[in-house]
């Protein structure tokens, strides 16, 4: 489980109009606290306005490189990522999580490999992390990277991957896709079932990937999967992080009126009190005053992982954890919502 430490601010750098990455000190006692696996992310907390808020974000900075920095854009009704382009400053002091995710890529320094990644927006910011990783430690390997935004000026690191193509010649290539704006050597509009074939079967039909990487709202991802998959790209190969969800989906999977007895194992202290089985696992735990594991309650991260222990529960929406991780007794507490009478979750053994 993730624990949280207070880390000053290093550095911040206006990255686009909307967007900016952060820097953090991390002090020589907490070093390995936050040794981290390209396309790990990290968990923020903050209270604004006498709000405890956490989010979400992943880091940027290759594995190598001694840094620990994440990118933030600001959204649309987004409080912290608001705050955090407008309000934050070097030396302010931020409690963040200990680096966690399943959308990672470890390199092997012999290995040979094509890669490639579809990504949109702010969903560059764990892919920048990959992609320098396999340059700067699997030399024989390559890295294809199609990213869209609404232009040029909109391009999260744009300029940090021109150098690096200038770098790496041969061994990185970079196809933007701009919306809101037309640019050489760019394609005009969104990423499409069209761009998806367009690379695999012309720009590099003569490359075999091993492995996708896939990192945008879940429209981009659904319909980019189902194109690889209509190429005869395997399940396996397709790896996926969601930054955007729709929220119509199984919205009325939990209905019951009962209750059930609920035993929550955090930090090796178990709690048992009674829930409805119209809340979550998560919500039944916060409203009890627990400090158990949590970031998004949307089901997009996997902050709140625990395992079933005894009893049984119901995803409302699942885009994180594989069948046999299921069968194994982990959910998602955020979306779980208990079946039976009594039900133990254990956030320590994940």
Request: hydrophobic share 35%.
């Amino acid at each position: 489980m993730s624990s949280f430490y207070k880390l000053s601010i290093k550095e911040i750098i206006k990255e686009t109009a909307d967007a900016v990455s952060i820097l953090f000190n991390v002090p020589d006692e907490l070093k390995s606290y936050y040794q981290f696996v390209a396309g790990q992310y990290v968990n923020l907390k903050i209270t604004l306005d006498g709000q405890e808020i956490r989010r979400a974000y992943s880091i940027c900075s290759a594995p190598k490189s001694g840094e620990l920095r994440i990118a933030v854009k600001a959204i649309q009704n987004g409080f912290f990522s608001k705050f955090a382009n407008e309000k934050l400053v070097v030396g302010n002091v931020i409690e963040v999580g200990t680096p966690e995710g399943k959308f990672t890529f470890e390199p092997k320094a012999e290995r040979q490999k094509n890669y490639a990644a579809f990504v949109a927006g702010s969903g560059i910011t764990p892919v920048y992390s990959i992609l320098k990783s396999v340059l700067e430690e699997e030399p024989n390997s390559t890295f294809v990277l199609v990213y869209g935004n609404k232009s040029e000026k909109d391009t999260i690191f744009h300029n940090q991957l021109h150098e690096l193509q200038l770098q790496y010649v041969g061994r990185l290539f970079v196809q933007y896709v701009y919306s809101q704006s037309t640019a050489d050597n760019a394609l005009f509009g969104r990423i499409e079932k069209s761009t998806v074939n367009f690379i695999l079967k012309n720009k590099h039909a003569e490359m075999e990937f091993s492995k996708f990487y896939l990192c945008g709202p879940e429209e981009m991802i659904n319909l980019v999967s189902d194109t690889l998959k209509e190429n005869n790209i395997s399940d396996s190969d397709i790896k996926f992080e969601l930054f955007s969800t729709s929220s119509s989906e199984g919205e009325t999977v939990a209905n019951a009126d009962g209750h059930t007895k609920i035993s929550i194992l955090v930090d090796d202290e178990e709690t048992t009190f009674e829930m409805s089985q119209k809340q979550t696992l998560l919500e039944a735990a916060l409203k009890q005053g627990l400090d158990v594991p949590y970031s998004c309650q949307g089901g997009i991260c996997s902050s709140c992982i625990c395992r079933i222990t005894e009893g049984e529960a119901i995803l409302k929406k699942n885009q994180i954890l594989s069948d046999a991780e299921i069968a194994e007794g982990l959910t998602l507490a955020c979306q779980a919502h208990p079946t039976t009478a009594t039900i133990k979750i254990d956030f320590d053994d994940v």
